[in-house]
């Protein structure tokens, strides 16, 4: 699932909400860099995957550095569409972004 930009925007108050206080590592799955930046704003480190060829260069633009796959390592918290696919991502919290912009947290 691809949300548009405009929805992944607005649902960052919620995000950070849920993220709570950094510092934090971030990792933004299947959304193209959207909340990147003002996760990193927040103070977060961030990284991006992006999944989507169509959507990768994007994502980098966005980003400044994006990969196509989660590395192994393990996050604090993991930020993707509800329906996006978590395999391969390691983190502590899983945050759900469903198409009507509202935010599942799963532990």
């Known amino acids: 699932m ?55 260069a994007r994502a980098r633009e966005r980003a400044g550095t994006a990969l196509p796959e989660p590395p192994p390592e393990r996050f604090d918290a993991l930020v993707a569409p509800a329906d996006a696919d978590l395999r391969g991502a390691d983190a502590d ?6 198409r009507d912009g509202s935010v599942a947290l799963r532990r």
């Open 2 to 56: 691809s949300l548009p930009p405009a929805l992944a925007a607005s649902a960052t108050p919620r995000i950070l909400e849920l993220l709570g206080p950094p510092p934090g590592r971030i990792l933004e799955l299947g959304f193209a860099g959207i909340l990147a930046e003002p996760l990193r704003l927040a103070g977060f480190d961030v990284t991006v995957v992006e999944p989507d060829p169509a959507l990768l």
């Open 93 to 98: 919290r899983v945050l759900l972004v469903a």
